[in-house]
């Protein structure tokens, strides 16, 4: 009786350790950043130079603009990457500014939560990335994304 | 044709070395920056925001962020030891497009240091966090990368 007692909360234990560990890789950005870092190497191993990384959160009510600067005649290998179990389906929209409107020169989705697209500017100038998260897991109406350009 | 075919090997030979420096100085914030990352994690906060760019002389970076009343945040950057000393940030709020001075980090020093600022916005709102390099490493050209962190405690409940 004692030695089923004892097994019984071995098992209890360990799922408790198992749950606390699952909440907080949840929460930490490091399975995301290691994730970035093992995309942007592939990006390197291509002989592409990275010039911006970005992690941020984005919501399902709102999507996430962030502005990047960028040089005309060089063509940007443009990665995003939606964090897992979180963002099933994302979208990448970016925007020139003409007369302070903003045109839309590049519109790439994908049904999965992992994109990744070339983009040549035509001008030295910011371009407006838009970050759009399409799709959530149940319940969740946040994630982080991250955004890596090279080029 | 011979003194062409030179001339081009030496320029791709140029811009290959320029390329791989660019990316060494890339894997250096990264790493940094990854470091910095466990040290706040460790102390309970969250990062919620994380950017590697470039920073020159003449240009201070600008992010815009909304942050929220409840939260404790830590914002910490950082220049790459081998072409930026010291990097500052400055904490903007911003009302009806006016912005306000809030907070400044200046003590940051390359290698281990980070500029840092600690804060408790009073009401939720959308605020500017401007970088900018004060010193860079001489010898060197004036750009060079950083990183920019921002953490909060406790963690947007929502990502839980």
Do not use: W
């Not at chain 1, 360990?14 to 970035?36: F, K, P, V």
């Not at chain 1, 040089?71 to 964090?83: A, D, H, K, P, Q």
């Not at chain 1, 999965?112 to 990335?129: A, G, N, Q, S, V």
């Not at chain 1, 982080?144 to 350009?149: A, D, E, P, T, V």
């Amino acid at each position: 009786m004692k030695k089923h007692f004892f097994v019984l909360l071995f098992f209890i234990s360990m799922t408790i350790t198992y749950s606390y560990a699952q909440i907080n890789n949840e929460m930490s950005i490091l399975s995301l950043l290691n994730e970035g870092e093992s995309r942007y190497k592939e990006l390197v191993e291509k002989s592409k130079t990275i010039t911006r990384f970005e992690i941020d959160l984005v919501n399902q009510s709102s999507n996430k603009f962030t502005p990047v600067r960028l040089i005309s005649g060089r063509t940007y290998s443009v990665m995003l990457l939606g964090e897992f179990n979180i963002i099933n389906e994302i979208e990448l929209k970016i925007y020139t500014y003409l007369n302070r409107s903003m045109v839309l020169k590049s519109d790439v989705k994908n049904s999965t939560r992992i994109l990744e697209t070339t983009f040549k500017p035509d001008k030295d100038d910011y371009y407006e990335f838009e970050i759009i998260a399409k799709r959530f897991s149940a319940g969740k109406k946040v994630g982080r994304y991250c955004l890596i350009i090279a080029n | 044709m011979r003194f062409k075919i030179i001339v081009s090997i030496i320029l791709l030979m140029f811009l290959h070395s320029v390329n791989c420096k660019s990316q060494e100085s890339f894997n250096r914030i990264f790493k940094s920056s990854k470091d910095k990352i466990a040290e706040i994690e460790n102390l309970g906060y969250k990062v919620i925001h994380l950017d590697l760019d470039i920073l020159n002389s003449s240009e201070k970076e600008e992010t815009r962020i909304s942050l929220n009343t409840g939260y404790n945040y830590v914002i910490a950057a950082c220049g790459d030891q081998d072409r930026i000393k010291t990097v500052q940030i400055e904490l903007y709020e911003e009302i009806n497009n006016k912005r306000t001075l809030i907070q400044e980090g200046r003590d940051g020093k390359a290698p281990s240091g980070s500029s840092v600022i600690n804060f408790k916005p009073e009401k939720d709102n959308s605020f500017l966090i401007m970088v900018f390099a004060d010193k860079f490493s001489s010898g060197t050209v004036n750009t060079g990368r950083y990183y920019l962190i921002v953490a909060s405690k406790p963690s947007p409940v929502e990502i839980k």
